[in-house]
C-alpha cells in the first residue's frame, strides 16, 4: 500500500472518517442523552473549503477512503455540494456515507450524483414502536429513505443493527430476511462505552460471537467478503446474495489491522475510538498554516495513533459521546 501515514505499531493509515456535524434528528439512547444540547457552534466547526484542504492534503499522503459521518451528516446544509468537491480530489478512491435515513429520500439523488457510491444505514429495529422507543424516530422515514437509496443506485446498501439483549436481539433473525429481500447488507455491531449512554447500553451487551454460531444454526454461512475499509468479518448466507458482518470491539477486537481515524467537525483528529489521543487541525488552519506544514504536521500526528482501545479495561475513559467522535 502506498501511504506515508504509518503509525507507531506498522499499520498504514488510508481511511478517514469524516464528521461533518455532531448533530442529529434522532436521539438513539446508546448514543445521546434525550436532553443533550452541548453541540458545537457552527463558528466552530469546519468550512467547506477547510474540509477539503484537509482531505486533499489527506490523499496526496496515501488516504483512499472517505466516509462521510456525524452525527447525522444530512442535517449539514448543502452536503452533496461538499461531497461533490471531495469526490473530485484525484487520488481519493472511495466516498462513503453514514446515515440514519432519515433524510435519505430528499437527498439521495443528489448523493449519488455528486459521487458517492456506498451508504451505511443504521437500523436497529422494524418494529416502528420498538423504533420509537430506541430512536424517538419514526421507522417510516427511515424505510422511505433506504428505498430511495436503492432506486438511485447506491451499492452496497450496508444495514447497521447494535445488537442489545432484550432490547432487539430477538429481530435479528428478521433483520437477515428483510436485507436478503431488498439485497441489502447486515452488519450486527456490539455495543461499545462510549461516554454515559454508552456506558449505560453495555448492559444489554451481546457477544456476536455467540450470534453468529446461533446464526450458523439456522442458514449455511460461508467465509464472505465486501469492499470498504471497515472492521466488520463477514459471511455470506449460502444461496443467497447476503453478506453479515460482525463488528466486534469488546469480544473480538480488530485493533491490529486498524486503518483509520476520525476528523471530527471541530478539526479534532481522533486516533482511536477508545482512547483520548487526538491532534487540533483548526487552529492550525485559521492560523495560516501552510501545505508543507500542513503535510509534516499529518505526519505529526499520526504517530500518536495508540496500539489499541482499552473498552474492556478501562470502559470509564472515554467520556465524549460517540456524536461527538463522528461515527
Known amino acids: 500500500m502506498s501511504t506515508e501515514l504509518i503509525d507507531p505499531f506498522g499499520r498504514c493509515v ?56 456525524g452525527g447525522e451528516p444530512l442535517v449539514r446544509k448543502n452536503l452533496p455540494v461538499l461531497a461533490g468537491n471531495l469526490a473530485r480530489i484525484p487520488g481519493l478512491l472511495d466516498l462513503s456515507l453514514s446515515t ?3 433524510g435519505l429520500k430528499r437527498h439521495a439523488e443528489a448523493l449519488r450524483t455528486a459521487g458517492i457510491s456506498r451508504i451505511n444505514v443504521s437500523l436497529d429495529s422494524l418494529r416502528a414502536e420498538r423504533f420509537r422507543q430506541i430512536t424517538k424516530g419514526n421507522l417510516n422515514k427511515v424505510i422511505t429513505g433506504l428505498m430511495a437509496a436503492k432506486h438511485s443506485g447506491f451499492s452496497p446498501i450496508k444495514i447497521n443493527m447494535v445488537v442489545m439483549q432484550g432490547i ?130 499529518m505526519r505529526h500526528a499520526i504517530t500518536l495513533k495508540p496500539e489499541r482501545h482499552e473498552f474492556r479495561e478501562r470502559p470509564q475513559q472515554i467520556v465524549r459521546f460517540m456524536a461527538q467522535t463522528g461515527g
Open 100 to 102: 440514519n435515513a432519515v
Open 14 to 69: 488510508e481511511y478517514v472518517r469524516l464528521s461533518v456535524t455532531d448533530r442529529c434528528d434522532l436521539r438513539c439512547f446508546y448514543c445521546l442523552p434525550g436532553d443533550y444540547r452541548d453541540f458545537s457552534e457552527p463558528d466552530e466547526w469546519l468550512s467547506f473549503g477547510e474540509i477539503e484542504r484537509l482531505v486533499g492534503a489527506f490523499v496526496s499522503l496515501g488516504v483512499r477512503r472517505i466516509r462521510i459521518t
Open 168 to 297: 432487539n436481539d430477538d429481530e435479528i433473525v428478521d433483520m437477515v430476511e428483510f436485507c436478503i429481500e431488498h439485497e441489502f447488507t447486515l452488519r450486527l455491531i456490539e455495543t461499545m462505552p462510549m461516554g454515559a449512554t454508552g456506558r449505560s447500553a453495555t448492559s444489554y451487551y451481546v457477544d456476536l460471537q455467540e450470534v453468529k454460531a446461533q446464526l450458523a444454526q439456522r442458514y449455511e454461512l460461508i467465509p464472505g467478503v465486501m469492499p470498504g475499509g471497515g472492521p466488520a468479518r463477514y459471511v455470506q448466507v449460502a444461496g443467497t446474495g447476503l453478506r453479515i458482518g460482525f463488528i466486534t470491539p469488546i469480544s473480538q477486537h480488530f485493533c491490529e489491522t486498524c486503518n483509520r481515524v476520525r476528523l471530527a467537525v471541530d478539526g479534532t483528529l481522533y486516533l482511536c475510538l477508545g482512547q483520548e489521543h487526538k491532534f487540533e487541525f483548526r487552529p492550525l488552519l485559521r492560523a495560516g498554516i501552510s501545505d508543507a506544514e500542513l503535510l509534516d504536521t
